[in-house]
Every structure is written in structure tokens, then in C-alpha cells.
């Protein structure tokens, strides 16, 4: 839609729309999307949401997971420089947007613990 003929505009709630939003869904964090990630959108956005989550299989080895959360975190700034929006995937957001790292699979919480930010 956003590269039709009309565009897109791109909304997001004011500052008391977030303390609002923060109120009633706690989870959901301030996070700012670049400028440049959607087509059109020439500005940065400030808004509230979650940080993506990466699925698996209930019965995914530790060591499977462990090395998936090395990969990534090896290779944030590499994410990063090829799409804005990777910066914001970092094992420091991870951290900081779980409620409690026990939600984490033990094979990436075991990684987090050996890097220092759990």
C-alpha cells in the first residue's frame, strides 16, 4: 500500500497514548522505527510494541539454540548495517524485554548468562 499512488501515512499514539498503552499492556515497550524501514516513511517513529521473537519447536536441542542466540548476537552489527530495523534485535533488548529470563529456551539462557547480561 505504501508504494500505491496514495502512500501510506504512518500512525503512532502521542506521549500520554503511550503512558496509556504502558498502563493497561505493560510488555509492550517504548522502541523507535527508523526512518527509511517502511517505504515512504521518512522519519523516525516512536511507538510502543514488542521485540521479535524467534519461534522453535518445543523439543529444539539446548545446544541448538544455544548456537542460534551465539549467531545472532555474533552478528549484530553485521544485521545492523544491512537493515535498520536489526539494530533493535541485540541480546541486550532480549534481556531487557523479557519478564523473566525462565521464558528464555535454557539453551539461549544458558548463552545470555556466559555474555553477562543476565
Same mark, same amino acid.
Given at each position: 500500500?505504501?508504494?500505491?499512488?496514495?502512500? $501510506?501515512?504512518?500512525?503512532?499514539?502521542?506521549?500520554?497514548? +503511550?503512558?496509556? +498503552?504502558?498502563? %493497561?499492556?505493560?510488555?509492550? %515497550?517504548?522502541?523507535?522505527?527508523?526512518?527509511?524501514? &517502511?517505504?515512504?516513511?521518512?522519519?523516525?517513529?516512536?511507538?510502543?510494541?514488542?521485540?521479535?521473537?524467534?519461534?522453535?519447536?518445543?523439543?529444539?536441542?539446548? /545446544?541448538? $539454540? &544455544?548456537?542460534?542466540?551465539?549467531?545472532?548476537?555474533?552478528?549484530?552489527?553485521?544485521?545492523?548495517?544491512?537493515?535498520?530495523?536489526?539494530?533493535?534485535?541485540?541480546?541486550?533488548?532480549?534481556? /531487557?524485554?523479557? $519478564?523473566?529470563?525462565?521464558?528464555?529456551?535454557?539453551?539461549?539462557?544458558? &548463552?545470555?548468562?556466559? +555474555?553477562?547480561? +543476565?
Amino acid at each position: 500500500m505504501a508504494r500505491g499512488p496514495a502512500g $501510506a501515512r504512518f500512525l503512532v499514539p502521542d506521549l500520554d497514548g +503511550i503512558r496509556r +498503552i504502558q498502563t %493497561k499492556h505493560p510488555f509492550l %515497550k517504548l522502541m523507535r522505527v527508523p526512518a527509511g524501514s &517502511y517505504p515512504g516513511q521518512t522519519a523516525d517513529l516512536v511507538s510502543v510494541g514488542s521485540w521479535s521473537f524467534i519461534m522453535a519447536r518445543p523439543a529444539l536441542p539446548d /545446544a541448538v $539454540a &544455544y548456537r542460534l542466540a551465539r549467531a545472532l548476537h555474533r552478528g549484530e552489527a553485521a544485521l545492523g548495517a544491512r537493515l535498520a530495523q536489526a539494530r533493535e534485535t541485540t541480546a541486550a533488548n532480549t534481556v /531487557a524485554a523479557v $519478564a523473566r529470563p525462565e521464558l528464555l529456551h535454557p539453551g539461549v539462557r544458558r &548463552y545470555l548468562v556466559e +555474555i553477562g547480561p +543476565i
